[in-house]
């Protein structure tokens, strides 16, 4: 079994700075890759970064592309998600999520382990 806890969230103003984190526990050997999601009220959940552990590789959306970083940490099992450059428009709950299967990161449907989320909000 897999627990994915996220932190880091909070209310900023636009321009600022804020690094998310998700610790994972159990069998997290077997993952293949994380990812940050996000999702607004109303709206349907929207990829925003992910890593994959071999090949190393990351990806991010068009949206935070040079604004927003994932990394992880092996020793501490920890995936980051350095955020900068705030807009009103990255106000949203931000999920972790992790999978043991390869294919399309950027989908949703790949990933088989959530964690309950942390809220963001970009004051203008």
């Known amino acids: 079994q897999v627990q994915l806890v996220e932190s880091g969230g909070g209310l900023v103003q636009a321009g600022d700075s804020l690094r998310l984190s998700c610790a994972a526990s159990?069998?997290?050997?077997?993952?293949?890759?994380m990812a940050w999601f996000r999702q607004s009220p109303g709206e349907e959940r929207e990829f925003v970064a992910s890593v994959v552990w071999s090949p190393s590789n990351t990806d991010y959306a068009d949206s935070v592309k040079g604004r927003f970083t994932i990394s992880r940490d092996n020793a501490k099992n920890t995936v980051y998600l350095q955020m900068n450059s705030l807009k009103p428009e990255d106000t949203a709950l931000y999920y972790c999520?992790?999978?043991?299967?390869?294919?399309?990161?950027?989908?949703?449907?790949?990933?088989?382990?959530w964690g309950p989320g942390t809220q963001v909000t970009v004051s203008s």
């Open positions: 999520a992790a999978t043991m299967a390869a294919g399309d990161y950027r989908n949703y449907h790949i990933y088989s382990d």
């Open positions: 159990g069998r997290t050997s077997r993952f293949f890759a």
